[in-house]
Structures are given as C-alpha cells and as structure tokens.
C-alpha cells in the first residue's frame, strides 16, 4: 500500500503553509545596531557596511523616530570615540558628558518608549582596541571588571534600560550587578554577551568604530585570550550559565549564522531570552554576493533571520531590522 503519510499535504498552499508555520518573523524579533559619531549633520556610510551609517546626535534623532516608526523598539548603542580620548584606562567611557552619555539622552529624548541597550566594553576607548586594561601584555581582569561595573553604572546613570556587556572578562556580570543594586539601579537589566567567540566576523564593525586591536610589540593582537575559541561548544554552556547566576536577565549568543549550535544548544538548557548577534561581516558578505548579482538579496535575508530564529533565538541583534520589517509590511 502506497504511503498513508504524505507529507507534502500541508505545503500545498501558501495559506495552507502559513496554517502549519513553526516559526514567524515581526518587528518585536529586532534590536537594532546604531552607530554614533561626534559631529553635526552627519550621517556616514560604513565603506564594509553598504547602506548602514554612522550618525551624529542630530541625525540620530531622525533615524530613531524612523526605527519606531517601523515597529521597532529596541536599539544597542555604539560610539565612535575621538583618538585624541582614548587611552588605558576608559576615563571618557566614564564622562557623565561623553559621547554614549549624550547618545543616551538624545534616543530617550526623542522616544521615551524605545529601549535604549548599550555596548559595555574598553574597545572604542582604548588606544590598543582592547576590551579590557592592558597590563605586562596582558588583558587583565580583575581590574577591567571594576572599571566595566562603573562605565555601566554611567550608562544607567544616563538613562540606559538595558547594558550590555561585550567585554567577556570573568565575573563582569556580577560585579556590575552588584554595582547596580548598591546605587539603586534595580530595574537596570542586563544582556549579557555570554557566549562570544573570537570571530573573523567582526572586521567591518572595527572599521566602523575604529577600533581593531592594534599591532604593537608586546601587545596582544588578537582577543583570543577573552573570547571563546571557534572549536568549543561545551564551554559557550558554561559561560552562559555562570552569567545567570551572575544576574544577567538577556544571554547573548554572537556571531550568528556559524554558532547556530550553539543557540539551540543554550535554548535547551536556559529558561530566560536569548539573543543572538548577527554580526557586521555576515552583513557585509550577503551584500557583496547580493551587489554582484549572486544571491537574492531579500529572499537570503529572510531565510537568515527565519533560521537564527528556528534555532532559538528570542531576540535577534541585525543590522538587516529594518530592511525585514520593511519588507514584511
Ligand atoms: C566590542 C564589540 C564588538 C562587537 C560588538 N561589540 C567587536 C569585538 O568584540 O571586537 C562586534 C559586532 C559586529 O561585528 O557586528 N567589544
């Protein structure tokens, strides 16, 4: 007797597919990536983010009311920060005035409801584009970790609902937590980047903000010493969950599309939202192979976000937000 089963029933139609859909695609999936710059009027295109910008407080302004306007809700913020600020030890990260600080007050001023997430690391700070202090050729923790709980408390200070540590230092989510509660910051929430791996694709965001390690003798060149190794999945497991008992209330996994493993994996074993990053180079690569005619644009896209989000994601960092939701309406 031929099959009783036939599977191809319910993919007879579209309206029949829709019926039988796992998983759907809406603007409340996105937290969207924005870069800030000092200056007036300017908004910069990214030479290895094609259509994606830098924005000073001004333009800023415009581009938040676009993003709400669209059904997003959430932003992460970076800062490209002036060489002549940076140094060892982040004394601008910590500036009640700095650039984040204003980035902060201008996204809150414009769009009270938007939730205002922020980068918590050394990097754009740092005159060795590390995430933490360098020390004897070292990234050392201890004290990262104390200045990190006070560039994050500067950021709650600011008007932040959400930091978000990208930092990987050991005990970081902790001594900010603490920190937080001390100055009661009770609601502060905080994503953490929990599960961050010492990827190749995040070239173009270093172009973006200015701020790949930098190649001085003595001085570590890559950030392998802090970020996981691209071989290792057991141990995205572990770092995930010290971060909730640590109090963070987000998880991050980052980058994306190669580390769809280990989303699913975290999915299965944690009870709060994850989040996955889709970094600046699986950005930059669709758009090249999509500017030489070699894939779809809009059709890979989806299928990109639909599977990060099949994978486990409650939450999806893109600099795609608002291309999918302008296509979805
Ligand atoms: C900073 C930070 C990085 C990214 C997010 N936060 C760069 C890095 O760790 O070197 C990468 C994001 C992207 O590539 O889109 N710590």
Redesign the pocket.
């Known amino acids: 007797m031929y099959p009783l089963k036939r599977n191809r029933r319910l993919r007879t139609t579209e309206a029949m597919r829709s019926l039988v859909r796992e998983n759907t695609i809406t603007a409340n999936d996105f937290i969207v ?1 924005v870069f800030v710059v000092e200056g007036n009027g300017v908004k910069d295109e990214i030479p290895s983010m094609p259509n994606y910008y830098r924005y000073s407080l001004d333009t800023l302004q415009d581009e938040i009311k676009e993003l709400w306007s669209l059904g997003l809700k959430s932003v992460l913020l ?1 800062v490209k920060v002036p060489e002549n600020l940076k140094d060892n030890a982040g004394k601008e990260a910590l500036n009640p005035d700095g650039l984040m600080q204003r980035a902060i007050k201008t996204v809150k001023n414009t769009c009270p409801e938007m939730i205002v997430m922020t ?1 918590v ?1 050394l ?2 700070y740092s005159q060795y584009g590390h ?1 933490g202090i360098v020390a004897n050729g070292e990234i050392v923790n201890d004290p990262t970790t104390t200045f990190l709980a006070n560039m994050a408390l500067s950021h709650a200070q600011a008007g932040a609902d959400v930091i978000a540590p ?2 990987m230092m050991d005990g970081r989510i902790l001594a900010m937590r603490s920190l937080l509660e001390e100055e009661g910051f009770y609601n502060t929430g905080i994503m953490s ?1 929990s599960a ?1 791996y010492a990827s190749a ?6 172009d973006a903000l200015d ?2 390690p930098v190649d001085l003798q003595d001085i570590p060149k890559d ?1 392998k010493s802090y ?1 996981m190794d691209p071989a290792n999945r057991e141990e995205a497991i572990r770092e995930t969950l010290m971060d909730i008992d640590e109090g963070a209330d987000i998880v991050m996994v ?2 994306g599309l190669c580390y769809l493993d280990i989303v699913r994996d975290i999915r299965n074993v944690v009870d709060i939202p994850v989040a996955v ?1 889709q ?3 699986e ?1 930059a690569m669709l758009k090249a192979a999509a500017e030489k005619g070699w894939l779809d644009h809009d059709a890979v896209m989806m299928e990109q976000i639909l599977s990060i989000k099949r994978a486990g994601a409650t939450l999806i960092a893109s ?1 795609f937000a608002k291309d999918v939701v302008k296509l979805l309406s």
Request: glycine letters at 6%.
């Open positions: 990536p970076f980068d690391a990097d754009p995430d990208s930092d980047y961050k694709f995040y070239g173009p965001f270093r701020s790949a950030k970020q980052k980058p990053y970094v600046s180079g950005y600099y």
